[in-house]
């Protein structure tokens, strides 16, 4: 008896570690959501979500991942449905389109013959990449593994925030080898490249970047940056090398020029020198051979950097020491525990707790990391910098992540926001260029998009109550960049997406109108708000909706047979029944301009009725991309606001899943996965620059927000269900709460909101 009391503890103790491990947030990341850039299962040249599965940690410098391919429109470098890998690079962008870039310092563990080309996803065998076994492949939080058949090597990815590592499993055989493709980046190819071995277990280098070479936009957007690397192997070196393919002076070398025939050619017959200590070339790799025993592992630690080889150094010095990968790893994932942790939620299913922390993983890549450990980052003048009180960022796809990305921050990583205004501030003076780029990459200022981003988030933080930057330098940048790209006096903005650039800079004239009023500007805000006005000029009384100006900026241009439904019809990504609804700033005047209440609300029926159950690309609600991400809040300001709630639920349901094609368009870094953890939460804007977020169902029963002010919001749904979409009664704090919208100061300052939900609209609730 006594015995069987023991055996019933030990299980209890043991079901317990187990569910308490299940429990782990990281857990519930699933990086495969979205990692396909498939246009065939898209069924749109746009693609899916574009994300990476490799090991990634929270806004970090390095995300370590398999890249799959090299070609086309494949941004993150991988896609799910190809057979093969080339390598492991330590940089990688997340979810976006035009082509991409980074990719760089690509590691393949091989054996037999050296081969110095990669081959392609049809055929690995003409080079260094191998096929790997799907049922092996494995991606969590800060962790990716994969088993290559051809090589019969298993390969593990860990990260830190500035370094990488790398464990590879050999078969027993006398010439393995680890081989790194220094030329490689995803969207072309470096220009030049340097190695130098240190000593006996150490290289170290540089892979020149440039739009040359292609990568972001194919070259025209304007990349132009170089990634340092310090790297150390396990193995001492013995019997290593360099190849350098001779590449003639002037011969074209982007994203198209590199994948012919005819370069891979050139790069076939690359020189194989043995023992050389240092070497600079244009299209240059290194590898190293030695003998492994069966199942033995083999490691290579790396740190990178955008500064200099001694910034790679004390970045990998700093954060990896041994070569414990188990560790390394754990460390990540208490990191993804901790940050993860700042929204906790309860009720719903595994698999919607999946979907939810998948998408919260994804808003914590990027704006990355763009400084070493000791501060050092590269300026827009090209020249290096220390940072101060701020870490310096990059990546801010700003046309996307204005809308939800940014909002998310605000609440959740605040220190994030004030980070990247700071980013963007230093790079307008540094670069003498004195305006806020919409699109920057790696201190590139690559024009992508439309609109004036940076403006709308200097105002929502400034709203807010986020205020650690220079606000005066911030505000002279920001009035600069809209009289540089804005409506001016002119009243709508040239070119072939007028309509959407024009409401896009209405919105961001509304934006600096604010930010003046704020700061007591009046004579600014009264200008600047006049123009926030001006997509009224682009509304045609005979179509009875927006439409392009021909060039003379009197009479419209054709209306095409589809009408407001043609795609590109003055419209960015979008058609003009899609982006005619933002004027986010100004919903009463659109309201006005459409003819009342009622007819607005039939219009945004119209086309929720006429949108595909799978929310794939199409021309009414296009969930698929940013311009529409706004509208289904719409209703809560047209006091209908039981149809935000029906129509979000079914948004959450439909448009995010749990497989490789869980994104139904482009992540495009962080806005597709920041709209769900909002939505799914409960609330979402409409309109950044106001404190106001709407309110909705949300898909769980609990969400609580752990603020970093140390503080705790917490947002319940009493009766939730799937059935039970609708809010009957809510309270705040307490108390009966009839509005449909919230103020960010009061999720900051902590309390609790109480939905109760039922299965019929309540009609009377909300309107406020």
């Not at 403006?455 to 986020?466: E, R, W």
């Not at 607005?600 to 029926?605: E, G, N």
Request: one cysteine or more; charged letters at 25%; a neutral charge.
């Amino acid at each position: 008896m006594k015995n069987l009391i023991i055996s019933i503890c030990i299980l209890s103790v043991f079901v317990n570690f187990q569910k308490a491990e299940a429990q782990r947030l990281s857990d519930y990341v699933d990086p495969f959501i979205g990692a396909s850039t498939s246009i065939n299962e898209a069924g749109v040249h746009h693609g899916l979500g574009k994300t990476f599965p490799g090991a990634a940690s929270p806004f970090g410098m390095v995300q370590l991942s398999p890249n799959t391919v090299t070609g086309g429109d494949n941004g993150p470098g991988y896609s799910y449905e190809h057979t093969s890998i080339e390598g492991f690079a330590f940089t990688q962008m997340s979810g976006i389109g035009w082509y991409g870039d980074l990719g760089n310092f690509l590691v393949m563990p091989t054996t037999g013959e050296l081969k110095v080309i990669a081959g392609s996803s049809d055929n690995s065998d003409e080079g260094y990449r191998s096929r790997y076994d799907k049922s092996t492949e494995t991606a969590k939080a800060g962790y990716y593994a994969a088993e290559l058949t051809d090589y019969d090597i298993k390969a593990e990815a860990t990260c830190t925030q500035h370094a990488g590592i790398l464990r590879f499993t050999y078969p027993k055989n006398k010439q393995s080898r680890i081989q790194i493709d220094l030329a490689r980046r995803v969207g072309g190819t470096s220009d030049l490249q340097k190695v130098k071995v240190i000593d006996d277990h150490t290289i170290t280098g540089y892979m020149v970047c440039t739009p040359k070479g292609g990568g972001w936009g194919n070259g025209d957007g304007n990349a132009d940056y170089t990634v340092y690397f310090y790297a150390q192997f396990s193995k001492p070196l013995k019997n290593f090398g360099v190849w350098s393919a001779g590449i003639p002076e002037g011969y074209p070398r982007k994203l198209w020029d590199v994948v012919t025939d005819e370069y891979k050619m050139l790069v076939k017959r690359a020189k194989i020198i043995r023992n050389i200590q240092e070497f600079k070339g244009k299209h240059l790799g290194f590898f190293t051979d030695f003998e492994t025993e069966a199942n033995e592992q083999v490691f290579l630690r790396a740190g990178i950097s955008f500064v200099s080889e001694d910034g790679a150094k004390k970045n990998l010095e700093a954060e990896i020491t041994d070569w414990d990968f188990d560790k390394i790893y754990e460390q990540n994932r208490a990191l993804w525990d901790k940050n993860l942790g700042k929204i906790t939620v309860s009720g719903g299913t595994e698999t919607q707790k999946k979907i939810f922390y998948t998408a919260l993983y994804h808003t914590m890549i990027d704006p990355r990391l763009f400084a070493d450990v000791d501060g050092k980052y590269p300026g827009g003048d090209g020249k290096i910098h220390e940072t101060g009180s701020f870490n310096k960022r990059t990546i801010f796809s700003g046309w996307d992540v204005f809308r939800s990305q940014m909002p998310l921050q605000t609440i959740i990583n605040p220190k994030i926001i004030s980070d990247m205004i700071n980013s963007l501030v230093t790079l307008a003076e540094e670069s003498g260029k004195e305006y806020l780029e919409r699109w920057e990459f790696l201190n590139a200022y690559s024009g992508c998009m439309v609109g004036n981003p940076a403006v709308s988030l200097i105002t929502d933080a400034y709203a807010k109550g986020i205020k650690d930057f220079d606000i005066n330098k911030a505000y002279k940048y920001a009035v600069l960049t809209t009289e540089k790209f804005g409506n001016g006096n002119l009243g709508y903005t040239p070119g072939g997406g007028m309509i959407s650039t024009t409401l896009e800079h209405a919105y961001n004239e509304w934006c600096i109108s604010e930010l003046a009023r704020m700061l007591g500007k009046e004579n600014d805000r009264k200008e600047y708000l006049k123009r926030s006005k001006s997509y009224e000029n682009l509304w045609d009384k005979h179509s009875h909706w927006f439409r392009p100006l021909e060039a003379d900026g009197k009479t419209f241009m054709p209306l095409p047979s589809k009408g407001r439904l043609k795609q590109d019809y003055g419209s960015v990504e979008a058609n003009p029944f899609q982006q005619g609804w933002f004027v986010p700033h100004n919903i009463p005047g659109l309201v006005e301009l459409i003819g009342g209440r009622k007819a607005t609300v039939d219009d945004l029926d119209y086309m929720f009725k006429n949108t595909p159950s799978d929310f794939r690309w199409n021309d009414f609600y296009n969930h698929a991309n940013e311009p529409v991400h706004h509208i289904p809040f719409l209703y809560n300001r047209l006091e209908e606001p039981w149809k935000t709630q029906y129509q979000v639920r079914l948004i959450c349901e439909n448009a995010y899943t749990d497989g490789v094609r869980g994104l139904v368009g482009n992540e495009d870094v962080g806005q597709m996965s920041a709209w769900y953890v909002l939505a799914a939460s409960g609330i979402h804007p409409v309109c950044p620059g106001e404190t106001r977020f709407e309110l909705t169902t949300p898909v769980f029963s609990e969400i609580r927000f752990n603020l970093d002010n140390g503080k705790t919001f917490v947002i319940s749904a009493k009766n939730n269900s799937k059935e039970n979409v609708y809010i009957q009664s809510a309270k705040l704090n307490e108390k009966s709460y009839d509005k449909c919208h919230l103020d960010y100061q009061d999720i900051m300052k902590g309390g609790k909101l109480e939905l109760v939900l039922g299965g019929k609209p309540n009609k009377k609730w909300g309107k406020k």
